[in-house]
């Protein structure tokens, strides 16, 4: 427990000297509230399409992909630049046990990640919702504080899986190139095409639809799955954890 503890301390001070990292999470929180809060602004009077249920949390999110992408990078970079750089010879040599090095590396990276989703996920919600004016919400309605949880959540979770097969892949660009169009264009469409739904309605980004929802969709509009925000949690929680048992049996089989 004692080497865990220096582990994780040793990988929070590794993050904290490297200056590019809080510059981009703090860029992206910027982005995310700001982007969250003007398509909030332009969907206050907007007409609904026909069948559209409105969710106020849901649609004051649209801004947070910001946010989710690079939350994606960063867990990815975390474990991925020890590989490209080859400074895994280091850090393996000052923490020998390979469990103890991804594991302390995982809980910093989670650490990190939360506190900038939980700043993500309040900040856009507040500032969004009074700019949707009635169409707007509060914390204390129905199912709206478990959606902004589950929001940070989403969050947190996902740059705890890119984490995870960074570790696998050991390749920043192959990451990406995987995570990147999955967020993008799962989101855009393949979710909602019939044949394939029963599959994609399980993918980590539409998982988190569900737990940043604060209204259900029915069973014939877009976004319905065929479970509610609680089994959502526990899917993307499976997603992250498969990810990093994966990324365990990786660093311990693999060479440095």
């Known amino acids: ?26 860029i992206a929180v910027v982005l995310s509230i700001g982007l969250s ?12 399409a026909p069948g559209t249920v409105w969710d106020p949390v849901r649609f004051g999110y649209f801004g947070v992909t910001i946010g989710l992408i ?11 630049t020890e590989f ?5 010879s280091a850090s393996l040599a000052a923490v020998p046990r390979r469990g103890v090095f991804l594991g302390a ?42 959606a902004v949880l589950g929001a940070c959540t989403f969050l947190t979770l996902m740059s705890v899986f890119a984490m995870g097969l960074a570790a696998i892949l050991r ?17 855009q469409g393949l979710a909602n095409l019939p044949a394939i739904r029963a599959v994609t309605q399980f993918l980590p980004d539409q998982v988190g639809l569900v737990m940043m929802s604060g209204v259900a969709q029915p069973a014939d509009g877009l976004g319905h799955t065929d479970f509610g925000p609680g ?4 899917i993307l929680l499976g997603w992250a954890l498969a990810a990093l048992a ?3 049996v990786a660093v311990h089989r693999r060479d440095a």
């Open 70 to 80: 690079v939350l994606v990078v960063f867990g990815v970079l975390l474990v991925s």
């Open 171 to 187: 390749s920043t660009p192959l990451c990406l190139g995987i995570l990147i169009p999955v967020l993008f264009l799962n989101s």
């Open 84 to 88: 490209t750089t080859g400074t895994i």
């Open 37 to 48: 809060g003007l398509l909030s602004l332009s969907l206050r009077d907007a007409p609904l």
């Open 231 to 234: 089994a959502a949690t526990l």
């Open 105 to 146: 590396k995982a809980l910093a990276g989670t650490a990190i990640a939360l506190v900038v989703s939980v700043v993500i996920g309040f900040g856009a919600f507040l500032l969004a919702q009074p700019l949707l004016g009635e169409r707007g919400t509060t914390l204390g309605e129905p199912g709206v504080l478990r």
């Open 1 to 26: 427990m004692r080497a865990l503890r220096a582990a994780v301390l040793a990988e929070l001070t590794k993050a904290r000297t490297v200056r590019s990292t809080w510059w981009s999470l703090g």
């Open 246 to 248: 994966g990324g365990f």
